[in-house]
Structure formats: structure tokens, C-alpha cells
Nanobody, 130 residues
């Protein structure tokens, strides 16, 4: 299984970016996919999640600004980020998990937990300047 992010870059505060994650190697669609981010000196945090049923979940800091989506035909996961803030600066990671991950986001309505992720991308850097 491979997850490859693209679309990172630098943007001014208030701007927008769209991250993509090309997924390969799954025999079926992953049960649970998500985006995480990690800023320097901080722990990795879940940003958004999407289940195989299409239901989405978001962290409180990005609700209303970020949108997670997927195109099963293209095997691609997306994260549309708008109204970006300097505090959104981080390395962003695409992630995929199994049934436990799906159950977690369904039950709690929050992004996936990193401990339930089976596969990680290598990350894409997003830098937001003020």
C-alpha cells in the first residue's frame, strides 16, 4: 500500500490550498482515511477523517475551513483548505486505517486516532505566512 501526498506549498494567511493523496495497493477501498498534521515541536494531530460510507469528521480547529473528500474512481483523497492561518503551518500526512479506525470516527465523530492508522504517506509541507 502506498499513499503519496501532493499539493503542499506556501500561501499567505486567508489563502487556500488543496492537498491530494494518491492511494495504491488496496484491493478494496480503505475503511477509513484521514489527514493529520504535525507542526515543529508539536504532536501529530488528526485534522479530518472520512469513512468508507462517505461520512466526514473534522477537528475543532479546522471545522468550517477544511473539507475532506475522496474520489474512489481515481483512488485519491483530498483536503481542501480555505481561510488558512499561520497556525495551520505543518507537515500534512495522508493516512488509512481499517475497521477499528472506521468504528472510532463513527462513534466519536472526530478525526482518526494516529494509533489506529495502518498506513501513512510521507507528508506534504504547508506554510502559511501572515
Amino acid at each position: 500500500v502506498q499513499l503519496v501526498e501532493s499539493g503542499g506549498g506556501s500561501v499567505r494567511a486567508g489563502g487556500s490550498l488543496k492537498l491530494s493523496c494518491a492511494v495504491s495497493g488496496f484491493t478494496e477501498s480503505a475503511y477509513c482515511m484521514g489527514w493529520f498534521r504535525q507542526a515543529p515541536g508539536k504532536e501529530r494531530e488528526g485534522v479530518a477523517g472520512i469513512g468508507s460510507d462517505g461520512n466526514t469528521t473534522y477537528g475543532d480547529s479546522v471545522k468550517g475551513r477544511f473539507t475532506i473528500s475522496k474520489d474512489n474512481a481515481k483512488n485519491t483523497l483530498y483536503l481542501r483548505m480555505t481561510s488558512l492561518k499561520p497556525e495551520d503551518t505543518a507537515q500534512y500526512y495522508c493516512a488509512a486505517g481499517g475497521l477499528s479506525c472506521l468504528a472510532y470516527i463513527r462513534a466519536l465523530g472526530v478525526p482518526p486516532s494516529a494509533r489506529l492508522v495502518d498506513y501513512w504517506g510521507k507528508g506534504a509541507l504547508v506554510t502559511v505566512s501572515s
